[in-house]
Every structure is written in C-alpha cells, then in structure tokens.
C-alpha cells in the first residue's frame, strides 16, 4: 500500500508538468525540466506490485508521460526508463502500448536518445508482447519494428543497434497460438533483418587482398556484421515457417545452410581473430539449441550430410 501511495502522489506531482487539455506543450525553466527528471526518477525506482491499484497507478502516470514535454531530453531520457521499468503492467493494454511505442520510437531520431529509446522497446518486448490477445496487433507491431530496423538501423550506435536487433526477433519468435491466418513469414522477415548484414559480409569478404583482412576497420566491421547475425539466431527459437506446408521446416536450420558459405569462408580465414571467431561459431551454436529445443524438428537430424560438413570443420580449426 505504501507503494501505492507514494506512485499516487508522484503522479500528482508529474501532473503539473504535462500538457494541457488544449494539446498545448508546457515550456519548462531548466529548474522545472531538474523538478520532472526527478519525479520520474522516483517513479522508476518504485518497486513493481501485482496490486490492480498499482497496475491503475502506472496506467495513469503512463497516459501522462505522453503528455510530457518532447522539447527536454533529460525528460524523456528518465520518462523511457520509467516504461521500461515498469511497462509489464500493460498486460494486453495494446491502445497504451500503441501509445508508449510511439513515444519511445520518436527517441530513434535523436543520437542523445537513441539508447533510452532501444532499451525501452527491447524491454517493452520482452515483457508485454505475449500478453497481446490479437494477433493482428502482435503482427502490426513486428512489421512497424522490422522497417524502423531498415530505416534506422544504420544511423544507430552498434550496442543500440544489437538491441533493435533482439526486439525485433523477440517479436519474430513469439507463439501466439493463433493459427496462421494473421502471421508473419517468419523466414522472409529474418531475411530482411539479415539483408544489410549478409550485403556487408559479401563486401568484406571478395576483398581480394588478404592484408586488408588484417586491417582494424574491416575486423571491426565483420566482427559487428557476425554479431548481428548471432543475435538474430540467438533470440529465434521459433523453428517452423508460419507459412509452410511442412511443419517441420526449420527457419534457423535453412538460414544457416544458406550463410555457410560465408561462415565457412570466416573460419577457414579469421581463425586468428578470437571474437570473430567467436560470434561465428555461436550462429552454430544457436542453430544446434535451437534446433533441438521442444517442438523443434532436429533440423541437423534430418540433414545430416551438412551438419557433418559442419561439425567436421569445427572439428578441424
């Protein structure tokens, strides 16, 4: 109840910084933009509770943080961290969801925000995207995240980039139970989460002088294109195509026989580069787990003659 009582009162407080029924923007004194930081702040550090007065609490505090200043970044820094903190209590909520995802995509566009901003989507995510009853919402949802992804994604730092990146496959992988009439192509949508990576890796990998191999900004660069692609593996346990006839098609297991070449081609020539290396044969890695997880089809099972090519050269590095 404490809790309860002191979001209340924080709510109260966070009211007199929003915006007035009008739709006009309150213009804050840097003392005021300090004043807000701080509220929010307090409001990020409330522990969460299961109560239904906490859960109308939030609701309220995150209807008001829409109507928050956008002219102050340290504003609507600490307002992400506060929907990030606490945004599993949107339970299936899906018009604030649509509301919040809105707010925080708007921080994309701003270097000063971009991190705040990815880190609430990837949280936001992780803890509200099973709770959405319509399918079509869950599938409106990926498919806004997966062009956000195409067009933002190369002005984005690599850290926020990878976090991007797992929201989107988190969103990809999710099992909704709802038959296939409102789902995704699964395998087409990695391919274009996978596109801009595969283009970079094609690029490092013709350069015909082995020297520039050795070169720290084309280590750098495939060592980023190599995490990519690991994250994407990393998050998609999902193993069928939503799509397919054959249910037992593995959406992992294909990709990875596709990008062989290439991983083949970083193995054979990178065997020196340790996190090269390293994120190279975690894509491996991902396909094996994944592929074996419950309701997978043991893709590697079933192709045995590459996944023997595979783990023979593993074998030999």
Not at 132 to 142: E, F, I, W
Not at 286 to 306: L, T
């Amino acid at each position: 109840r404490s809790t309860i009582s002191a979001l209340s009162t924080l709510s109260r407080l966070l009211a007199a910084y929003c915006s007035g029924g009008d739709g006009s923007v309150k213009q804050l004194s840097i003392a005021k933009v300090y004043e807000c930081e701080a509220i929010l702040f307090c409001i990020e550090s409330t522990p969460s509770d299961a109560l239904p007065e906490y859960q109308a609490v939030l609701h309220t505090i995150f209807a008001q943080i829409c109507q928050l200043s956008t002219r102050h970044c340290a504003v609507r820094r600490a307002a992400m961290r506060v929907i990030a903190y606490h945004c599993a209590v949107l339970n299936g909520t899906e018009a604030m969801f649509g509301n919040l995802c809105t707010y925080v995509l708007s921080g994309l566009g701003e270097t000063a925000l971009q991190t705040e901003s990815v880190r609430a989507l990837l949280d936001m995510c992780h803890k509200f995207v099973r709770s959405l009853s319509s399918t079509q919402t869950a599938t409106q949802l990926t498919q806004l995240l997966l062009r956000v992804y195409e067009e933002k994604s190369v002005a984005l730092r690599a850290k926020d980039e990878l976090m991007l990146l797992e929201a989107v496959t988190v969103l990809l992988d999710r099992d909704d139970g709802h038959g296939d009439d409102a789902r995704l192509d699964i395998g087409e949508c990695v391919q274009r989460l996978l596109l801009k990576h595969r283009r970079v890796l094609h690029a490092l990998l013709t350069v015909a002088d082995a020297s520039q191999r050795q070169e720290t900004q084309h280590r750098d660069a495939l060592y980023h294109a190599m995490n990519c692609v690991s994250c994407v593996f990393k998050h998609l346990v999902v193993v069928r195509h939503a799509h397919d006839d054959d249910d037992t098609a593995d959406v992992s297991g294909a990709l990875l026989r596709e990008l062989w070449p290439e991983l083949r081609f970083i193995l054979l020539h990178y065997s020196e580069h340790e996190g090269i290396m390293e994120k190279t044969t975690r894509v491996i890695k991902h396909v094996m787990r994944n592929s074996c997880s419950d309701g997978g089809s043991n893709w590697f099972a079933q192709q045995r003659e590459f996944a023997m090519e595979v783990l023979q050269l593993m074998t030999d590095l």
